[in-house]
């Protein structure tokens, strides 16, 4: 539901849930089971949650994995739409620190993420620590996202600012401008730093106390020290810091966007949220961290998972994708292939389920969700060119992966000599500018996955893949089909819950009606394209945003 709320004092419109904002933080034991019953007040926008780092394998009877329950409309599942419901549940696994967030539409800028913590009894136990925290970062708009969005993907932007994402207004830590963590003496503590950002990457530090990561994206390191981290959207740190023996005095901590992240950065602009580690009430208030430059900062590509796996073998599929951002008719779009990804009317997910063998050709689930079929148990390599002069956080949905190579420039040369024995291992890897990585993992969990760049403009705009992973052995996971509640929710939107993209179940290879390449919708709000002459476009944008506001 949308309500008013001011984290940084300015009061505009976010998505709660339950009449509360900030959201609830999700915890649970690793191999629990979580049931969260989703019900749409949105009034005027579908909606659906998706539970990011989840594997979704080993839930609940009669399926042998939950990849329906992942959450990202029109890939698994239809959007729930208003004053509709939808029951997730899933298993815990893996753990660490996670998050969920709206999958759909640019809701989650707009408010509607919140952490999630899996916890390992046994593991946090071995840390030895007194307590533990959770600190969300995050990137913050005074605008919503709705009319922000049109204005991003229209002509206007493209002729006016190069097509530059829109920059926020602050940082959040734990959605406000600051916070407090209560330290006591000689203790260890374990910090779940989770990143909630639409477009930022922030730089992280505590003021006189060395971190400790202990594990990343839900993968657990051997433990790594470090003054600084600097963690792009929706990756995640747990990191532990040991309290001062005979302290006098509190000390602050700090989350500081990057600037490498903004086309420009407005005088104006807050750069910080600050926190204070407290160790007694009777101290004064630290100064705040203020850096023009951070340094020391932790290298991810060295961390060594503690399962100590080794690089996976030679793969049997490369996939290759070119990070670009291409002019069409009607503005500029990100694109990874031939296409940006825009959603087919069936569901991809229901499109595996329901064509039997033909769900092992690409072409039945449509040219524009850019699918690359995935053989069981095959080793998978990705190798990622960046053709931007920017950074972008890429995540895999259902597994995590190995990243074996990261270079400053692109095209991957191919050399593998250098790959590391023991590569870092995580969901979310940021390719550098003009730079490349490579990564690997193993299609060992059957469902359908998007790979895309976390960046929430950039999905908007077109920037992911889908992989369809094993989908013989999924229709065996799903004998009976997609759910009566999935079928509910789609029918009482008029999507079709079986055959290709387009519905066809009589000849799936049949395409002809589904969304081509061609068809980018250049109105994604109901807006005209261009502003008004005259008028500013950040101006024209606020005003596109009321629908929800009264939802």
């Known amino acids: 539901m949308a309500f008013n709320a001011a984290p940084d004092g300015f009061n505009h419109p976010v998505i709660g849930i339950n009449g509360k904002w900030p959201l609830p933080k999700v915890q649970a034991n690793v191999g629990d089971t979580i049931v969260v019953r989703a019900t749409n007040k949105l009034g ?6 998706h539970w990011h780092g989840m594997f979704q394998t080993e839930t609940y009877a009669p399926h042998q994995g939950s990849n329906n329950m992942d959450g990202p409309v029109g890939v698994t599942q239809c959007g729930i739409p208003s004053d509709s419901s939808f029951t997730y549940q899933f298993t815990a696994n893996p753990a660490g620190s996670f998050w969920y967030h709206s999958h759909a539409s640019g809701q989650y800028p707009d408010g509607l993420r919140g952490p999630m913590i899996i916890h390992d009894p046994n593991w946090e136990k071995n840390l030895k620590i ?3 925290y959770a600190m969300t970062v995050s990137d913050w708009y005074h605008e919503q996202m709705s009319g922000q969005v049109h204005y991003y993907l229209s002509q206007t932007n493209t002729d006016d600012h190069d097509g530059a994402e829109p920059i926020p207004q602050a940082t959040l830590i734990n959605d406000k401008m600051s916070e407090k963590f209560k330290i006591k003496p000689d203790k260890r503590y374990l910090i779940w730093i989770i990143s909630m950002s639409a477009l930022a990457a922030h730089y992280v530090k505590f003021d006189g106390h060395q971190m400790q990561v202990v594990a990343i994206d839900g993968v657990p390191v051997k433990e790594a020290p470090t003054d600084v981290i ?45 926190g204070i580690l407290e160790y007694d009430t009777s101290y004064p208030k630290p100064d705040p961290i203020r850096e023009q430059a951070f340094t020391n900062v932790l290298d991810d590509f060295g961390l060594v998972p503690l399962d100590g796996q080794a690089l996976l073998g030679s793969p049997g599929q490369t996939v290759t994708l070119n990070v670009n951002f291409t002019q069409f008719s009607v503005g500029a779009r990100g694109a990874l292939g031939t296409t940006p990804y825009i959603g087919q009317k069936v569901p991809t997910l229901f499109t595996a389920l329901t064509t039997g063998r033909n769900a092992n050709n690409p072409k039945v689930y449509g040219e524009t969700v850019n699918p690359y079929i995935l053989e069981p148990g095959q080793i998978v390599q990705i190798v990622l060119n960046n053709l931007d002069d920017g950074g972008h956080p890429f995540h895999l949905h259902g597994h995590n992966f190995q990243v074996v190579s990261r270079s400053s420039v692109q095209p991957w040369d191919g050399q593998t000599a250098q790959f590391p024995k023991i590569p870092v291992r995580r969901d ?9 990585i490579v990564i690997r993992f193993k299609a060992d969990n059957p ?9 929430d403009w950039h999905v908007e705009s077109g920037l992911s893949v889908t992989f369809i992973e094993a989908p013989m052995q999924l229709q065996k996971q799903f004998p009976s089909g997609i759910c009566a ?30 969304v081509q390449k061609e068809q980018f919708d250049p109105n994604p709000y109901g807006a005209l394209i261009n502003p008004p002459a005259g008028r500013r476009a950040r101006s024209f944008a606020r005003e596109l945003a009321t629908a929800r506001a009264g939802a």
């Open 230 to 274: 600097n963690i792009s959207a929706a990756q995640r740190y747990d990191v532990i810091i040991t309290g001062i023996e005979n302290s006098k005095k509190n000390y602050a901590f700090v989350a500081s966007f990057d600037p490498d992240m903004f086309d420009t950065v407005p005088d104006d602009l807050n750069m910080n949220s600050d």
């Open 130 to 132: 007194e307590d533990q």
């Open 44 to 49: 005027n926008e579908t909606t659906g949650l």
């Open 447 to 455: 469902g359908i996955y998007l790979f895309h760049c976390h960046i």
């Open 428 to 436: 979310t890897v940021k390719v550098p500018a003009s730079g490349s």
């Open 485 to 514: 509640e999935q079928k509910a929710i789609c029918k009482k939107q008029n999507i079709p819950v079986e055959g290709n993209c387009s519905g066809n179940t009589r000849n799936p290879l049949d395409t002809s009606n589904c």
